[in-house]
């Protein structure tokens, strides 16, 4: 009886079906797929967040820079400083924003009661940033830009 009960043991562990846990492969390749298309929507949002977030350090730039004019306008009453002024005084943000954008002052002569600033995108950013390219803002205050958003207010 020992004997057959080990033979019945033996043969259903010895050629019975086993069941290995695993992963087939076309388990494995649709993981994979759907890893994949996350990635490259994920990666094109944040391509699109960088260019909006140095959009925006350019748009902060432009409107710290007019500060400075308006707070040199009161002291002078003139928006044109006679002798260049340091670049120091102009504004901080310049070399934050010089890799992206070169602002500056647009027109002015000596005893200028206006002023034009603009933020114009260089490098990787004006390649990826066609929506506003160049921003602009004046004296009064009125903001622009050149790219092919609707109204200004998409890139401000």
């Known amino acids: 009886m020992k004997i057959s009960n080990c033979m019945k043991l033996g043969s259903i562990h ?7 846990a695993g992963f087939t492969l076309i388990e494995l390749m649709i993981v994979v797929a ?4 996350l990635a490259t929507i994920a990666y094109a949002s944040y391509r699109d967040q960088v260019v909006k977030s140095r959009r925006a350090a350019g748009a902060a730039c432009l409107q710290e820079r007019a500060q400075y004019m308006e ?3 009161t002291t002078w009453l003139t928006y044109n400083p006679p002798a260049p002024a340091p670049a120091a005084a102009i504004g901080q943000c310049d070399n934050e924003v010089s890799p992206h954008y070169q602002v500056s002052i647009v027109g002015g002569s000596l005893g200028a009661k206006t002023f034009t600033l603009q933020a114009v995108p260089q490098g990787a950013q004006a390649t990826a940033d066609t929506k506003c390219g160049t921003l602009t803002l004046t004296a009064k205050g009125v903001r ?3 790219g092919t ?3 200004a207010d998409q890139c401000w």
């Open 149 to 151: 958003a609707t109204s």
């Open 144 to 146: 622009g830009e050149s």
């Open 34 to 37: 759907v890893v994949a298309i």
């Open 14 to 20: 010895g050629r019975g079906r086993r069941h290995i």
């Open 71 to 73: 707070r040199y306008y």
